[in-house]
């Protein structure tokens, strides 16, 4: 079965872009944990969709400036 925007996918929230994008980090039924430029959060797969090109760069930048600055796994 597939699962929608599972760990590693870049999203977007469909209803709002305060978020700012995101990528998730893991899967628990119907809901996506996702690591969003402001903040993670755990958030309804049927409300993510799937990042704009753009949205893809902004985050993959974000993550890469965090692990320069910070190491680790963001």
């Given at each position: 079965m597939h699962t929608p925007h599972g760990p590693g996918a870049f999203v977007a929230h469909t209803g709002t872009d305060v978020y700012g994008?995101?990528?998730v980090l893991a899967v628990d039924g119907a809901h996506r944990r996702v690591r969003f430029t402001r903040f993670v959060?755990?958030?309804?797969?049927e409300d993510l969709?799937?990042?704009s090109p753009a949205e893809k760069r902004e985050?993959?930048?974000w993550l890469r400036?965090?692990?320069q600055r910070?190491?680790?796994d963001w």
């Open positions: 994008p995101g990528k959060a755990t958030v309804r797969a969709r799937p990042a985050i993959q930048d400036a965090k692990r910070y190491g680790g």
